[in-house]
């Protein structure tokens, strides 16, 4: 801890932010080896009637007794705080005496606060689709904490790595929340990842003491991820349909099938992100809205039909967007009936279209991944490496190459 020189309080009247009234807000400073901290306490008082040498409100003025009580009081707890700061052998300084009077370095002490504090500082932080799916974590740790402590919270000193693993096993026998959405084993790993960022927030708070995830590894069990053949693509591409909205669905779905593009990032296109590339063609540039990474992507000629379809206006509230997409609910609805005509018989939602662009079309068409990997957006090559699957037309194709490149040799 910083051996403290200097510590006072002195208290001090604002004459520049005087109000029409006459009266001027008073402020305290707190200075901690030199280093300033200034208060304001919320008190005005007539300008005229400060005295600056003794930091006190003239006791001729009528009410100037309350007044200088509360500056006294003030004082009295400022000195208090830094006294609890030293006995609890925190670092000493202008702004954390200030903190600890203000309340606001208050250690977490209970599950429940730990949620409140995420939820106030750190879900608006994230995505909105990522920001809901904490609720859920939240209401099955409180079911946790009733059913195994007998309680509505516990304090955050009980979190430790025999919790976790307590937890994990209640999720793996508790009823879901949603009898349409049981908890499957990656589910269950979603939910302790969230609570896992819950507990590290609270270890750099210093309101845990020691990690309690330190020795837990989350096991996701690898799965393959639905995508169309070029097949079932064509016959996607040449059905017709009747109802305007499905169709455009269908287009829309389409065109992020040959760009790779993610719902909310097709969503939000807009004119000024069609622009020509390096090699005079026309080109996406843009940002994706989950990682905010940038993304280059050469217009195919598929890709442009839809763009040329939809291009007689401009879509959205603000009427600045290149295409007329619904919400991701009413996608996902009609993309399951759009199957169904199709006889497509696998379970489409709009993401497959990413999965398609990646696998069908480019990969199986001898794009290598690395440049997949930056059409997608992906920061990592083995986060490419989940949605490319070698497939056997691939891998015949390939081996045809090598067994005529042997035959020369």
Not at 83 to 103: C, D, H, N, P, T
Not at 301 to 311: I, Q
Request: glycine share 4%; hydrophobic share 35%; net charge positive.
């Amino acid at each position: 801890m910083k051996t403290i020189h200097t510590f006072s309080i002195h208290f001090w009247l604002k004459r520049k932010a005087e109000r029409k009234d006459g009266n001027s807000p008073i402020y305290a400073r707190i200075t901690v080896n030199g280093q300033r901290a200034e208060l304001s306490l919320k008190e005005h008082t007539p300008t005229d009637s400060w005295c600056s040498d003794t930091g006190r409100v003239n006791l001729r003025v009528s009410g100037s007794q309350k007044t200088n009580d509360y500056l006294s009081q003030v004082q009295s707890d400022l000195v208090d705080c830094k006294k609890e700061l030293r006995k609890e052998g925190k670092f000493i300084s202008a702004q954390s005496v200030k903190a600890r009077y203000l309340g606001e370095d208050k250690s977490l002490s209970t599950l429940n606060e730990l949620i409140k504090y995420h939820r106030d500082n750190e879900i608006k932080k994230l995505e909105a689709g990522t920001a809901k799916n904490y609720s859920a974590t939240e209401k099955y740790l409180k079911r946790f904490i009733k059913k195994k402590f007998k309680s509505t919270d516990v304090n955050l000193g009980q979190i430790d790595y025999a919790f976790v693993l307590s937890f994990e096993n209640y999720l793996r026998s508790c009823e879901p929340l949603m009898a349409s959405q049981p908890l499957t084993n990656n589910g269950i790993m979603k939910h302790m990842e969230r609570f896992k960022k819950m507990t590290t927030i609270a270890c750099k708070l210093d309101a845990i003491k020691k990690d309690p995830f330190a020795f837990f590894n989350a096991s996701f069990i690898p799965f393959d991820r639905e995508f169309l053949n070029m097949e079932e693509l064509l016959v996607m591409e040449k059905q017709p349909f009747k109802d305007p909205g499905i169709a455009k669905v269908r287009d829309i779905f389409i065109f992020a099938c040959y760009t790779g593009l993610a719902y909310i990032d097709t969503k939000k296109l807009k004119p000024e992100q069609v622009v020509l590339g390096i090699d005079g063609d026309e080109w996406i540039f843009t940002r994706r809205e989950k990682s905010k990474t940038p993304v280059k992507i050469p217009l195919l000629e598929k890709a442009k039909k839809v763009l040329d379809k939809y291009s007689y206006c401009l879509y959205g509230r603000d009427r600045d967007l290149l295409l007329p997409v619904y919400s991701n609910q009413k996608c996902n609805e009609y993309l399951k009936k759009i199957a169904t005509k199709c006889k497509i018989n696998k379970n489409i939602t709009f993401h497959v279209a990413r999965h398609t662009f990646a696998t069908t079309v480019t990969l199986a068409h001898g794009v290598p991944i690395e440049t997949v990997s930056k059409l997608l957006g992906h920061k990592r090559l083995s986060t490419t490496q989940i949605y490319a699957r070698v497939l056997e037309q691939k891998i015949s194709e390939d081996m045809s190459v090598l067994k005529s490149r042997l035959k020369s040799v």
